[in-house]
């Protein structure tokens, strides 16, 4: 079972970026899946919730408005559009799903600065 993010980057303010998790190693679309982030010094908080379907999706208060979650299942693989990005978005973001067992991704390094 794996999770494999990638897309991040350095982007500047008012910025967009697209990360991606390609999973692989289980029924993909059998599971709900998250987006989480951290910053330096933070605990890891929810960013996005996604159902197994995509019918239902669930955002954190703080990125709800800018970021969209999303996920092609034909392809096993979930996404996070980023708009409108500020610095208090800079941090690691992970992919998570949990088949019984939790799991993370290593992370992709996303920083908005000028």
């Known amino acids: 079972v794996q999770l494999v993010e990638s897309g991040g980057g350095l982007v500047e303010p008012g910025g967009s970026l697209r990360l991606s998790c390609a999973a692989s190693?289980?029924?993909?679309?059998?599971?709900?899946m998250r987006w989480y982030r951290q910053a330096p010094g933070q605990e890891r908080g929810l960013v996005a919730h996604?159902?197994?379907?995509?019918?239902?999706?669930l955002y954190g208060t703080s990125v709800k408005g800018r970021f969209t979650i999303s996920r092609d299942n034909a392809k096993n693989t979930v996404y996070l559009q980023m708009n409108s990005l500020q610095p208090k978005d800079t941090a690691a973001y992970y992919c998570?799903?949990?088949?019984?067992?939790?799991?993370w991704g290593q992370g992709t390094q996303v920083t908005v600065s000028s």
């Open positions: 998570y799903t949990n088949t019984n067992v939790p799991v």
């Open positions: 190693g289980f029924t993909f679309s059998n599971y709900a």
């Open positions: 996604i159902s197994s379907t995509g019918d239902y999706t």
